[in-house]
C-alpha cells in the first residue's frame, strides 16, 4: 500500500517532536484487529478493551497517529447536518431535522464531556458559532430556521441583530446572525494522540507504520504488514477513504 505523503496541516506543523510506536515485527495472536488509526478506529480499539478488558486488541496504522482526515479536519464538533435546516426540510420534512439536530446535540455534547471528564489535552474551546447575514434574503432564511428550530422545542438557537452584531465583529457588512451554543473546538491532532494515549493505558497494542497489505481467513484472520503479521478471530476496519487500498472493501464503497 503506498499512500502518499500528507499534505501541509498545520495541526502537524505546530504540534512539536513526535515519535511513533514502533512497525508490528513478527507475528501475534489477537481477539480483534482494528485497522485504521484515526478518531473511529482509536475509540473503537479502546471501547472495546473498556467493555471487555480480557480481550486481546491491536491496532494498525499505516502511517502515523494524526496522518489522516483525523488530524487534517477543520477543527470543530457542531450540530450540521447535510444540506442545512432550510433543504433538509424540503428534502426530508420536519421529523427528520428533529432527530438529526437532536443526535447532532447530543453527539457535540458526548465530546466535550469525554474531553473534560479525561482532561485531554488538545485545546479544546466551546465558543458557541454566528452563522451571519450579509444579504437580507439570507438574513429572511436564517429569521425562518430560527423560528422552524423553535417550533420543534429547541432552544438556545436565537437571533442577534445587527447593532449587537457589530458590537462583537465590526463589520458594516454584517445584517445579523444565527447564534447557536453548541460548538467545540479543538486541535484534532493533538485530540487524536490524546486518544491513543487512553487506548494504550486500557491495553490496547497499537503498531504505527504498519500498513496491511494482504487479508486473509484461515479459518482466523490472517492481517500481513510488511514485516508482520497478526492473526484475529474478529477486525474493525476503520479506514475511511483508504477502504480502497483493501480488497475485502474494494467495491464497497
Known amino acids: 500500500m503506498n499512500l502518499p505523503e500528507s499534505p501541509p496541516s498545520i495541526w502537524l506543523d505546530t504540534y512539536g517532536p513526535y515519535i ?3 512497525a508490528l515485527e513478527g507475528k501475534i495472536n489477537v481477539d480483534i484487529a482494528v485497522i485504521g488509526g484515526g478518531f473511529t478506529g482509536l475509540m473503537t480499539a479502546y471501547e472495546i478493551k473498556l467493555a471487555e478488558p480480557g480481550l486481546d486488541v491491536a491496532l ?26 432550510t433543504t433538509n426540510k424540503m428534502l426530508y420534512g420536519k421529523q427528520f431535522i428533529k432527530d438529526a439536530h437532536t443526535y447532532m446535540e447530543r453527539a457535540v455534547d ?58 462583537r465583529v465590526n463589520s ?21 494522540r490524546e486518544e491513543k494515549r487512553l487506548a494504550q493505558h486500557a491495553g490496547v497494542q497499537i503498531y504505527e507504520n504498519s500498513p ?9 484472520f490472517r492481517l500481513k504488514t510488511s514485516n508482520g503479521e497478526i492473526q484475529s478471530k474478529k477486525i ?18
Open 20 to 22: 511513533p510506536e514502533p
Open 172 to 192: 458594516e457588512h454584517y445584517l445579523g446572525a444565527l447564534w447557536e451554543p453548541r460548538l467545540v473546538l479543538m486541535n484534532p491532532v493533538k485530540l487524536q
Open 110 to 167: 458526548t465530546l466535550d464531556d469525554f474531553i473534560l471528564k479525561h482532561a485531554l489535552d488538545c485545546d479544546r474551546t466551546r465558543p458557541g458559532f454566528l452563522r451571519v447575514a450579509t444579504t437580507p434574503a439570507y438574513l429572511k432564511r436564517l429569521q425562518n430556521d430560527i423560528d422552524l428550530m423553535k417550533s420543534l422545542g429547541f432552544e438556545g438557537i436565537d437571533w442577534i441583530d445587527a447593532k449587537e452584531m457589530r458590537s
Open 236 to 253: 474493525v476496519f476503520a479506514t475511511n477513504a483508504y477502504s480502497h487500498f483493501l480488497p475485502p472493501l474494494k467495491y464497497k464503497q
Open 60 to 85: 494498525l496504522e499505516a502511517k502515523y497517529i494524526g496522518y489522516g482526515a483525523s488530524g487534517r479536519n477543520g477543527s470543530f464538533a457542531m450540530t450540521v447536518v447535510g444540506l442545512g435546516l
Open 212 to 220: 496491511v497489505v494482504e487479508i486473509s481467513y484461515q479459518p482466523k
